[in-house]
């Protein structure tokens, strides 16, 4: 279960972007709370709940960006429609909303159910409703409903990234960063944290023990080669940009990349594809995390990028071969056989996902234009150049 506060806006675009989804059979108004001598009144519009809002916030001309839109979501169809609103209600009192009007959406549009929230950050008295830590409270909140301790989840998260066998400091902070997590170094130890909260830690001497004891899998790199060549006319390697944009299509930006390839990857073998660039411009390599037999390889282990996310590329051998003569990816072409005769087999031991646990990384919902992409999280240096080391 996740929980987004949207960006503020000075309107109320979060009402229509929201009534939009209902007309288009995408969304469901489950609850109009708080808003007067509306609750009395049938066939009501947008306008009128934007009306109310605006009134309401009239009170208090401080406050630039008066509306308050969230987005609570579980994991695939796990929490109800029903289930939702009701959390979504007790969050709403415990971030001190619950007598605020608001207005609560299910959208059922994705693949994880979700549900809006959209009301003003002005109180009945013209008060602002406090936003002090906001984010951190948010999820503190959502954590003591759920009965989850922030503390002991994240402890789970760090034991769990360990169990992945990796080979650079950068590979482990991924795993943890895809979760959600920040993670600075400080004395000798990577702190875990998250909105601000120190959470854990784990030694940098463990890690760094985990990267001297790193071993490529050959064979499973194979296996992953074979599941390139075997999908990639069925399902298009070429890799396009994932953008986030907020209600009333105020913003539009960048947050990550994917590939039809890339999440057949994941929800047919377990094997997340990480791509790395910078805002506006392709990808300048990837990283490939393998949760089915908890591995993480460079990109390069594989294959070069222009192949990987190449649709034309002709195929070659699978079966990688150690060359001290290869400075590339590690791969040779031994007698330079094809995949389709000597080295077809290798797809027989392949496991699809299903037999195997895939950690609870957190839930995307980008496909919802306005929720924020969360696997594959873009880790951003400005204003330093750096070599790509993961």
Excluded at 53 to 64: D, G, P, R, V, Y
Excluded at 93 to 110: N, R, W
Excluded at 359 to 383: C, L, M, T, Y
């Amino acid at each position: 279960m996740i929980v987004k506060i949207l960006s503020s806006a000075k309107s109320f675009g979060g009402v229509r972007y929201n009534t939009d989804k209902i007309q288009q059979d995408n969304g469901e108004l489950v609850k109009a709370a708080n808003f007067g001598a509306l609750g009395a009144m049938t066939s009501l519009r947008p306008s009128d709940y934007i009306n109310y809002l605006e009134l309401q916030t009239s009170a208090n001309k401080k406050i630039k960006n008066p509306q308050f839109h969230v987005a609570i979501s579980c994991k695939g169809r796990s929490h109800s429609k029903e289930e939702l609103a009701e959390i979504a209600e007790k969050w709403l009192k415990g971030m001190g909303y619950e007598h605020q009007p608001y207005l609560l959406i299910f959208h059922k549009d994705t693949k994880n159910n979700h549900i809006h929230i959209v009301s003003t950050r002005v109180g009945r008295d013209g008060k602002k409703i406090s936003d002090s830590f906001e984010k951190l409270r948010s999820y503190e909140v959502l954590n003591r409903l759920m009965g989850n301790d922030e503390k002991i989840e994240a402890s789970k998260s760090m034991r769990n990234a360990l169990q992945y066998s990796f080979s650079t400091r950068a590979q482990f902070m991924m795993i943890l960063e895809n979760q959600g997590y920040s993670i600075t170094l400080n004395a000798g130890n990577y702190q875990v944290s998250k909105f601000g909260k120190n959470l854990g830690e784990v030694p940098l001497d463990v890690i760094d023990n985990k990267i001297g004891q790193f071993q490529k899998d050959l064979d499973r790199l194979s296996q992953i080669r074979a599941i390139f060549h075997r999908y990639k006319l069925a399902h298009d390697p070429s890799v396009r940009t994932l953008y986030q944009e907020n209600p009333g299509g105020e913003r539009n930006f960048d947050v990550g990349y994917t590939s039809d390839l890339a999440e057949l990857f994941k929800s047919k073998f377990g094997i997340q594809i990480h791509f790395h660039g910078k805002a506006g411009k392709p990808p300048y390599g990837y990283t490939v995390i393998d949760h089915a037999c908890r591995s993480i390889y460079k990109g390069g282990d594989l294959m070069p990028l222009s192949e990987f996310i190449s649709a034309n590329n002709s195929d070659i051998t699978l079966k990688p071969v150690r060359s001290e003569d290869s400075e590339g990816d590690g791969f040779t072409s031994p007698d330079n056989k094809s995949f389709s005769t000597e080295n077809s087999n290798v797809l027989d031991d392949i496991v699809e996902n299903g037999s195997f646990p895939v950690p609870d990384f957190q839930i995307d919902i980008r496909d919802d234009v306005d929720d924020e992409a969360i696997h594959g999280r873009n880790r951003r240096r400005k204003r330093k150049s750096r070599t790509n080391t993961r």
